[in-house]
T-cell receptor, first 114, second 109 residues
Framework: AQSVTQPDIHITVSEGASLELRCNYS??????LFWYVQSPGQGLQLLLK??????LVQGIKGFEAEFKRSQSSFNLRKPSVHWSDAAEYFCAVASYSSASKIIFGSGTRLSIRP | DVKVTQSSRYLVKRTGEKVFLECVQD?????MFWYRQDPGLGLRLIYFSYDVKMKEKGDIPEGYSVSREKKERFSLILESASTNQTSMYLC????????FGQGTRLTVV
C-alpha cells in the first residue's frame, strides 16, 4: 500500500536560512510525487511534481525537490527562506494508473524566525 | 484556471443529521477525491472516484458515503453525523496533479 512519511511535525528556521523538508514514501512501482503548500486560511497549492526524467525538479516560489529512488525520498529544499514561506507543507504520492488515489503525508509546519 | 468549488465554507450540523457536502469541478477531470484534514494527521483520503458512478474507499471511509452521478460533481454524505466527524473537508479533482477546493469546515454539535 502507498504511504508517505513526513518525520518533522514542526520546523523553525531563520529568515534567509536554507530549508530542507523531509519526505519518505512507500510504493511498489515508480511513484508520482508532489509537494503542496497550505498557507494559513488558504487552500492547497501545488509547489512541484515529479513524474519521470530529471530527478531534481524545480517548482514555484524558488523551491526544488530531489527524487532519490534508493532512499525512497523526495525532500523539498529552498536555499533562502522568506517570512512568507511560513505555512504547512504536504508531500504526496500517486501511482497514476487510470484509477489512482493520491496519498498525503501528515504535513510539516514551517515557522520563520525574523 | 481549474476551479474546484465546494458548496459551503462553514457548516454546523446536529448529531444524527444527514449531511451532504457538494463539490463541482470545471475541467472534465476523471478523478475526484474527498479528504478530511485534522491537525497533526494531514489529509486522509475518505473516498475517491475515477469515473461516473465509480468509487473506491480510501483510508477512512467509515461513516461516509459518496455519490458521483455526473462527471463534474462529487458528493460526500454523512449518513448520521457524529461529533468525531467535526473536521475540515477538502475536495479535489485531478488529471495529473490534484486541484483543491477551499474546504468546508464542518462542526457537528
Amino acid at each position: 500500500a502507498q504511504s508517505v512519511t513526513q518525520p518533522d511535525i514542526h520546523i523553525t528556521v531563520s529568515e534567509g536560512a536554507s530549508l530542507e523538508l523531509r519526505c519518505n514514501y512507500s510504493y511498489g512501482a515508480t511513484p508520482y510525487l508532489f509537494w503542496y503548500v497550505q498557507s494559513p486560511g488558504q487552500g492547497l497549492q501545488l509547489l512541484l511534481k515529479y513524474f519521470s526524467g530529471d530527478t531534481l525538479v524545480q517548482g514555484i516560489k524558488g523551491f526544488e525537490a530531489e527524487f532519490k529512488r534508493s532512499q525512497s525520498s523526495f525532500n523539498l529544499r529552498k536555499p533562502s527562506v522568506h517570512w512568507s514561506d511560513a505555512a504547512e507543507y504536504f508531500c504526496a504520492v500517486a501511482s497514476y494508473s487510470s484509477a489512482s488515489k493520491i496519498i498525503f503525508g501528515s504535513g510539516t509546519r514551517l515557522s520563520i524566525r525574523p | 484556471d481549474v476551479k474546484v468549488t465546494q458548496s459551503s465554507r462553514y457548516l454546523v450540523k446536529r448529531t444524527g443529521e444527514k449531511v451532504f457536502l457538494e463539490c463541482v469541478q470545471d475541467m472534465d477531470h476523471e478523478n475526484m477525491f474527498w479528504y478530511r484534514q485534522d491537525p497533526g494527521l494531514g489529509l486522509r483520503l475518505i473516498y475517491f472516484s475515477y469515473d461516473v458512478k465509480m468509487k473506491e474507499k480510501g483510508d477512512i471511509p467509515e461513516g461516509y458515503s459518496v455519490s458521483r452521478e455526473k462527471k463534474e460533481r462529487f458528493s460526500l454524505i454523512l449518513e448520521s453525523a457524529s461529533t468525531n466527524q467535526t473536521s475540515m473537508y477538502l475536495c479535489a479533482s485531478s488529471s495529473t496533479e490534484a486541484f483543491f477546493g477551499q474546504g468546508t469546515r464542518l462542526t457537528v454539535v
